[in-house]
Structures are given as structure tokens and as C-alpha cells.
């Protein structure tokens, strides 16, 4: 079977009417947190590097750059949006593989705010986006992660590239293009996780993406079964390639519902040891100078991921369990500011920091953990945490993903204009004009 045109034709003939309230909704939901953490990662000192070796480059000023003045052309707009969107690691997480919002969104809602796509246009294009990726990405996973690729950025780029070509009327066959075209630049390492890179991959697939269904709309070609080929993508990438995945019950189901949104700004795979930390700190009313030894349980990837004794930066805190534990139990909060450099390198979480272990236990998922803290008064309390906060068994409420989104808008454009970002995000499907979510979303909105 040819699975890249299975999929092309696919996304060329599914409706918006065909897909359930919920999945709209939970695409709002997206949405909203999509754009948050792309408002509150605009000042970070990424996006002013990347802007500063980008912008002589740049085009027309299409598309907003989100937190910030500046305008670009869609294409570096999406690059520098998907930057954005990861650098915090406060993305969205499909509950099996890949962030799926940050390689899409960026590039829809540049090329919606370049052109007026309404809402509903925007909302079909990002869920099919995020079908094709997560099942692409799926397809491979997890032999295709654990040789150490990052899949946020391999099989992001199919999502935005299925996403333009939805929104710019591909056909069947340009489709199948745009999809080879994706699958020849799909790439992103594990190897620069904790650095400025790591949130590169999204921002590049996005734009990757754009660029694929921009080139196959003008009859660029390339192979039509990239994904499937012998030399494909799937074969290519990964040791136990599953064609069937990419086309198993396409529109019966869709991946979006298997989204889950971080309370933490780090990786999901250390969210169980944090909610253990905290909530045995704030039951037992527990102080640093109170521990003498943490001892954590994790899965096997927790330990691969996240296995930084000892992080120089904040970015490389993100990649510590020793770091993250230490954290929560020192200020009994895990935000953003617990991954500066300051707080990396503060004395008091140090020395917490020396006293955390962490052994792998083969039963548990990425989204389990057991915290065992022996008292210096010779106690030891313990809690197992079945389901990580933010998880499809504690899920955030869309109450929650407001509060989150204040907290990483209003410091960067103030309480009023949060709050209409907030409702333009919820109204997203009934707007004639996506892109007022971006203008909104300026710095310089008025």
C-alpha cells in the first residue's frame, strides 16, 4: 500500500464538519496553551540571538513574532514562533510521542495572518497537521527516539507541511509531494537537549513544513511514498517501521484527543517526581535543612533523559531529575523560574540536589514516579504517583490552562490584553480573521 498517498488523499478530502465538537475543542485548547508559551518564551535570550543572526534575512513583514514587536515573513516567523513555543519545554505533549503544537501552529497562524484565514479554517488545517504527525511520528516510535532522534522534529515537519497544504488547497498529488518534500527534511537530535538547539527543531520543522507544501504547490516534486520507501523516511529512521500506522482508521479517530498539557515548564517524563516532591512537602510540612536523602523511582527514559547530576544552566535544569526534585523542594513551586541559572546554581538547591537519587524500575511509565524522603529525624515518608499532573488521568482543566497562560502572558503584555488574547483563543472557531489571535498576541497590539 502507499501509505503517503493513503495519507495525502486523506487530508485533501476530510471536512470540517466531519470532525466532533470535542476534537474542535480540544484544538482550542491547544491553542490557548500553544500561545502562551510562545508569549512567555519571547524574551528569552534565544529568540534575541536568533533574531539578531535571522532579521537582515528576512522578507516582507507578513506574520507577528509573538511576545515581541517585531514582524517577519511567514516563513522566519514561524521558525522564530516554533522557537518560542518549545524553549520553556511548557508545550504540549501527546500522550505517546511527539509535542505536537509547536511544529504546526507556527506556521498556520503566520500563513492565517498573512492572508485572513478564518478560524475554522485554522482549526481544520492544525488538528489534520497534527494527525499526520503524530501518525507518521508514531509509525516509528519508540525505536526511532531511542536511537536518539527527536521526533518533535522529524515527524513535526509532515504536520506542517499537511497543515499549509490544507490551508493553500493542495491536490492529491501535490500533496504526496508536500509530504516528500517534508519527510527529506525531517531532523532534530537528542544530543542537544539542555541547549538552545533542542526548541530550534520545532521552529525549523514549521518552517520546513511551509516551505514543502509552498514548493509542491508550484509543482516541486519529489517521491511519492517517502514515508514507506525502502529508503523512505520509516525505514530509514527507524529500526521497526509500521506502515500501517500512518492510515489505520484515518478519520474514525483523531490523535489531538490524546493530547496533554504540562502544569511544569520541563519535560513530562520528570512531572511525576515533582508532584511526589511536592505534595510529600506540603503534607509533612517539610524544609531542605528537614531531608536527608530523596530517593526517586523513574522509568527507564526519565533516567536517559533527564540524568544531569549536575546542570550548569537553567536549560540544562530542564534535564535534571536531581535538579526538578531538588527544586520543588526548596520552593515548593516548579515554574519558570525555578530554571534560570540562578536557581540552578543557588547553594540551597545544591545541596538538596546531592542528596537525590534516582534508580530506574522497568514497570514504571513515563508519567509514574515514586518519591521516598528519609527524614533527618529518622523518618521516611513515601508517595507513588500514578498519574503525572497534566496527564489523560489528572488532566488540566480549561480553567487551568487559563491560569497557566496568565501566568506566562501578563508579565510580557499586561492583564488587559491577555484577557482578549484569552477569549480570542476559546472564539477561535466562530473568527473571520485568525490572525487577530496574533496581532493580539504583539507586543504592540493595540
Known amino acids: 500500500m502507499n501509505e503517503t498517498r493513503a495519507l495525502a488523499r486523506f487530508l485533501v478530502n476530510s471536512r470540517y464538519e466531519d470532525i466532533s465538537q470535542p476534537v474542535r475543542h480540544e484544538a482550542a485548547r491547544a491553542l490557548l496553551n500553544w500561545v502562551g508559551c510562545a508569549v512567555g518564551g519571547a524574551g528569552h535570550e534565544t529568540i534575541d540571538r536568533a533574531l539578531a543572526a535571522l532579521t537582515p534575512f528576512a522578507g516582507a513583514a507578513q506574520a507577528s513574532v509573538l511576545g515581541r514587536a517585531e514582524r517577519l515573513d511567514c516563513l522566519h516567523a514561524a521558525l522564530i514562533n516554533g522557537i518560542s513555543s518549545h524553549l520553556l519545554d511548557f508545550d504540549d505533549t501527546h500522550a505517546r510521542a511527539i509535542h505536537p503544537s509547536a511544529p504546526v501552529l507556527p506556521a498556520v497562524l503566520a500563513y492565517a495572518e498573512w492572508k485572513g484565514i478564518s478560524g475554522a479554517e485554522l482549526l481544520h488545517a492544525f488538528i489534520l497537521g497534527v494527525e499526520a504527525e503524530c501518525r507518521v511520528g508514531l509509525s516509528v516510535y519508540p525505536e526511532h527516539h531511542d536511537i536518539g532522534w527527536h521526533i518533535t522534529g522529524t515527524a513535526g515537519t509532515f504536520g506542517a507541511a499537511a497543515a499549509i497544504g490544507k490551508l493553500i488547497g493542495l491536490t492529491e498529488q501535490q500533496m504526496t509531494w508536500a509530504l516528500g518534500i517534508a519527510a527529506t527534511q525531517a531532523a532534530g537530535l537528542q544530543e542537544v537537549f539542555g541547549s538552545m538547539s533542542k526548541s530550534l527543531h520545532p521552529g525549523r520543522a514549521a518552517q520546513n513544513g511551509m516551505t514543502a507544501a509552498l514548493l509542491a504547490k508550484q509543482g516541486f516534486t519529489s517521491s511519492e511514498c517517502a514515508i514507506e520507501a525502502p529508503r523512505g523516511f520509516g525505514h530509514v529512521l527507524s529500526t521497526k517501521f509500521d506502515p500501517a500506522v500512518v492510515t489505520q482508521e484515518l478519520g474514525e479517530h483523531y490523535e489531538l484527543s490524546q493530547n496533554m498539557y504540562k502544569p511544569y515548564a520541563c519535560g513530562l517524563v520528570v512531572h511525576a517526581a515533582i508532584d511526589g516532591c511536592l505534595q510529600l512537602r506540603e503534607e509533612h510540612n517539610l524544609k531542605p535543612e528537614d531531608i536527608d536523602a530523596i530517593a526517586l523511582s523513574v522509568c527507564p527514559r526519565t533516567r536517559q533523559l533527564t540524568g544531569n547530576k549536575t546542570p550548569r544552566t537553567g536549560l540544562e535544569g530542564k534535564f535534571s531529575v536531581y535538579h526538578v526534585a531538588a ?31 534516582a534508580t530506574v524500575d522497568d514497570k514504571l511509565e513515563r508519567t509514574q514516579a515514586t518519591v521516598t524522603i528519609r527524614l533527618k529525624d529518622g523518618r521516611t515518608v513515601t508517595r507513588h504517583i500514578a498519574h503525572a499532573l497534566g496527564t489523560l488521568g489528572r488532566p488540566m482543566s480549561d480553567a487551568d490552562l487559563e491560569i497557566k497562560f496568565r501566568g506566562l502572558s501578563e508579565e510580557v503584555l499586561g492583564a488587559a490584553q491577555t484577557r482578549e488574547l484569552i477569549a480570542l483563543c476559546w472564539s477561535v472557531a466562530s473568527l473571520p480573521d485568525a490572525g487577530a489571535i496574533a496581532r493580539t498576541a504583539a507586543r504592540n497590539a493595540t
Open 327 to 357: 527544586a520543588a523542594m526548596v520552593f515548593g513551586i516548579v515554574s519558570e523560574s525555578q530554571f534560570s541559572d540562578a536557581s540552578v546554581l543557588d547553594p540551597r538547591v545544591i545541596a538538596v540536589r546531592e542528596r537525590v537519587t
